[in-house]
């Protein structure tokens, strides 16, 4: 049964197939129209030209926007490709050059070396004094944390141990300041970084935190996350050099390389993307690549395999050495991984402290309490078992009701976890490494000879691969070869370009002669590459040698590259002139300090970084979510072509009608306000953990909403076209769809506003709803003269609907470009067209100017549309502030 001015219009069962053959009939007039333009008799020529012109004009400028969209992610994946080859020829070089230095180093070498992470200068030993945390509960006051003191040691990998209910996440999160006292938590004590009192949130843009979710961009690919990670939170000014050589850092560092251009995705939706132990790892990179000075992890270990884990906390053990002051949660280590934390801090229930200091003095001291560990047992485990109480009789001098509450109350009369040696923050000890400098000089010496038996000679090309083939009995294929050559060259220039790391293959370094490369010039290079300070090597015969031990750099490379891409100057601050032997720069005219000093006060980048960023990442998952797009777009236009269908052939309603009107635009209302709510819903939680680093909120949102403009103008524009074609209006196609597009403005900022300030699985209900009473109640054409009277109520009517104006729009530029005439209309039409007509021109509140109720349309629907976005901003900054913490 449906209802038209008419009246009811009943359809059988019989009558189904008659409707199917009519549409298939429909959609050939429709395809018809749309390729011959033709329109009702009536329409005047001109009007009709214009109209054709305006749709082939807006579906060109649909498809542009949508091949600038599939050339974007061209670009962005050929890039992408390009760099991951890079560092597929990066690693194959270093791989070789680990090789010659494995037959001739007596000490343990990395596998991957760190070009754009570097180590900290400031470093930052974190301690905390009488931490309590307490919450209120139905069962009165429940204390989480008890009096904890002590710290954690810059330089150190630390982790957090103990039962289920100890307090260890509620632990990092007043670490980390978020949690902090409000209506129903309660925290006092103190922390200190380097032994000065300081607020947490102070040093929020250099403290990462991993949480144990993994919340990542699934959209994107794991490079554009951790790329973007590092963009976003890395100090201003950090060239473009500098964040791909962290991303590929990161990555090589995860062993995330051969699923680099991967999209994240997510298996439990879609069933494809990264495994749960891969999407983890990137989890964990996101953190990484912003390089932090303190990072927290809350689990990184949990849903990844036994090897998982202890690659990842090896790699974390190298983090710790340059400086980074890590912090982790972490269950039932095994002992090899366990051996890897140099500080423990045991938690019992309740959130009391049962230890906190070094590893490996754990169990001496809880021996000495009276505990002894069984035989074969796991340091770990067996202290698991302690702080639960579960310990055999036979290996425990203390009686086991008095377990673990003796182990606390021992712990707090005497605290011993030692204090933190300022001397050595940071820092690592030093290594003799003058027998690796001399067995890596003779090597070369002599495997220069065996292929050339000159030692003075500067070889070319096919000569220096006979060289590198005597050093590692392997024959170097030529782009290893080249590009051997070519580092070697710019080091021997004194080069300090970008290109040293990424430079084209076909790269010319004086093409007027050939490449050659010298035994001096090679050694200097392999010594710097093992992380030697070449200077101490390598001094000119008229300064004398420097004395002294030569310390490990994190790698001489990264710092001859990274002191030009940051843009670093020189400084003599004490603290710069202490570390010169540790921060060196591999150049032959002398050494100078790689400093950072955003490692405890960093400028993050600001709005224009973020905007762009967000306007990227934006585009990229436009692009890859078209399937989704198309399918939307088919019910959009389904649901016009039924409107159309039933307003000009069942209804057979006028087409000045403003019911038609409203029906149409409630309809697109609806959708276009549905659809947005996607805008700022799908990566929430991703949103607040960037917000909690720093992340501009205005440029998320308007990166975000610049975007989605472009989404639901094409909703817009397709739906009022095919409802155009098939209902076959004689308004000209610009003047009927400006309403529209209003309407769309107005619900796509009610999409954003009920996305960012209510639970999003009542969106689509409230969307429903708001467009039936905004657009259908207090737009309805026949209640317009009661509405319209004045005062109160025609101000609430005015002030929220948007129906109120869109449909007035339409419909009096309709009767004023081409008025009914009244010889060819029934009484029942010329009774509305009257009141319509009278209704909408006395209202009250309108501009002063000509066509008054178009120019107040025009403006009241672009103020409730700007409005809402206002709210959603708001929403969006404000709403679950908790979690933005």
Not at 488 to 515: C, L, T, W
Not at 622 to 641: E, G
Not at 772 to 792: D, K
Request: aromatic share 10%.
């Amino acid at each position: 049964l449906l209802c038209s001015k008419r009246g009811p219009v009943v359809f059988d069962m019989e009558g189904i197939p008659r409707l199917v053959a009519f549409s298939i009939l429909l959609l050939h007039d429709v395809t018809a129209a749309g390729t011959s333009g033709h329109l009702p008799s009536d329409v005047d020529p001109k009007d009709a030209r214009q109209t054709k012109v305006a749709i082939i004009l807006l579906l060109c400028a649909s498809v542009l926007i949508l091949t600038a969209c599939f050339l974007f992610q061209r670009y962005t994946r050929s890039r992408d490709e390009k760099a991951a080859k890079e560092l597929e020829r990066l690693q194959e070089t270093d791989q070789f050059l680990l090789e010659i230095l494995e037959n001739c180093s007596i000490q343990r070498l990395e596998q991957s070396k760190f070009r754009g992470i570097t180590r900290k200068l400031h470093t930052a030993t974190l301690e905390f004094q009488d931490i309590r945390c307490s919450v209120k509960s139905e069962a009165g006051v429940v204390t989480v944390l008890d009096d904890l003191s002590g710290f954690f040691e810059a330089g150190h990998l630390s982790a957090i141990m103990g039962p289920s209910g100890s307090g260890k996440t509620t632990f990092i999160d007043v670490l980390t300041g978020k949690k902090k006292t409000d209506g129903k938590w309660t925290v006092s004590g103190d922390l200190l970084v380097n032994g000065t009192k300081q607020s947490i949130e102070s040093l929020k843009p250099v403290i990462g935190f991993v949480p144990q979710d993994d919340v990542v961009h699934e959209g994107l690919t794991v490079r554009e996350n951790i790329a973007f990670s590092a963009r976003k939170r890395m100090p201003s000014g950090t060239s473009n050099a500098r964040i791909r050589k962290i991303t590929d850092d990161v990555m090589q560092a995860l062993q995330l390389e051969p699923k680099q251009n991967m999209i994240v995705g997510n298996r439990v939706h879609t069933g494809e993307g990264l495994s749960g132990g891969q999407k983890k790892r990137v989890n964990v990179g996101l953190e990484l690549a912003a390089c932090p000075t303190i990072l927290f992890l809350d689990e990184p270990t949990s849903g990844l395999d036994s090897t998982a884990s202890l690659v990842l906390v090896q790699q974390l053990k190298r983090m710790a050495k340059l400086g980074m002051t890590i912090i982790m949660i972490i269950h039932q280590p095994r002992y090899s991984l366990f051996t890897l934390i140099d500080d423990v801090c045991l938690l019992g229930t309740g959130g009391k402290l049962a230890y906190i200091g070094p590893t490996l003095n754990a169990k001496p001291y809880f021996e000495k309490l009276g505990l002894e560990m069984p035989p074969n047992e796991n340091p770990a485990d067996w202290m698991m078992d302690v702080l639960c109480g579960e310990v055999d009789p036979q290996y425990s001098r203390i009686p086991k009701t008095d377990l673990p509450a003796a182990l606390f109350t021992r712990w707090k009369e005497n605290p011993n976890p030692g204090r933190p040696s300022s001397q050595n923050l940071g820092r690592r000890a030093p290594s003799n490494l003058e027998a690796d400098v001399q067995y890596i000089k003779e090597h070369i010496k002599d495997a220069w000879s065996e292929a050339v038996r000159s030692q003075t000679v500067a070889l070319e090309k096919e000569h220096f691969a006979k060289v590198l083939k005597a050093c590692t009995g392997i024959t170097p294929s030529d782009q290893v070869t080249e590009t051997i050559m070519q580092r070697v060259k710019q080091i021997d220039q004194g080069r300090h370009s970008v290109d040293y790391f990424h430079f084209s293959s076909n790269g010319n370094y004086g093409a007027d002669e050939p490449m050659t490369i010298t035994q001096r010039s090679f050694t200097r290079y392999m010594i710097g590459f093992r992380g030697i300070n070449v200077n101490d090597y390598f001094s000119s015969p008229t300064s004398p040698q420097r004395n002294g031990i030569a310390e490990e750099s994190s790698s001489a490379e990264s710092e001859e590259d990274d002191s030009q891409d940051d843009g670093e100057d020189e400084a003599s601050s004490h603290d710069e002139l202490a570390a010169q032997t540790m921060f060196t720069q591999f150049t032959r005219g002398g050494t100078r300090s790689l400093t950072d000093a955003d490692d405890l006060a960093r400028k993050q980048a600001g709005f224009c970084t973020h905007v762009r960023c967000t306007l990227h990442h934006s585009m990229l998952t436009f692009w890859r979510t078209m399937d989704m797009k198309i399918l939307f777009l088919l019910v959009i236009c389904f649901a016009a072509a039924f409107l159309a269908v039933f307003d000009r052939f069942i209804f057979q309603s006028p087409t000045w009608m403003p019911t038609t009107f409203l029906n149409a635009q409630i309809a697109l209302a609806l959708l276009v306000s549905v659809y947005s709510l996607q805008c700022f819903s799908v990566d929430q939680p991703m949103y607040w953990r960037e917000a909690s680093h720093g992340l501009n909120r205005a440029s998320h949102f308007i990166g975000r909403a610049l975007v989605n403009t472009l989404d639901w103008s094409m909703l817009t524009f397709f739906f009022v076209l095919v409802y155009y074609v098939i209902a076959k209006p004689v308004l000209t196609f610009v003047i009927y769809i400006i309403p529209f597009f209003l309407v769309s403005y107005v619900a796509s900022g009610w999409g954003y506003a009920i996305s960012c300030t209510l639970p999003i699985s009542m969106g689509a209900f409230i969307s429903a709803i708001l467009a039936f009473m905004m657009g259908g109640i207090l737009g309805l054409p026949m209640q317009m003269n009661v509405f319209l009277q004045g005062g109160i109520m025609e101000i609430i009517v005015d002030s929220i609907s948007f129906t109120r104006w869109s449909a007035a729009m339409s419909f009096l530029a309709y009767i004023k470009l081409y008025p009914p005439d009244p010889q060819f209309l029934q009484e029942t039409d010329k009774w509305q067209l009257n009141m319509f007509s009278e209704s909408y021109r006395g209202a009250r509140y309108l501009l002063g100017v000509q066509d008054d109720s178009w120019y107040t349309g025009l403006l009241v629907l672009l103020i409730q549309g700007s409005v809402l976005r206002v709210i959603a901003y708001l929403g969006l900054r404000f709403v679950n502030r908790a979690r933005q913490v």
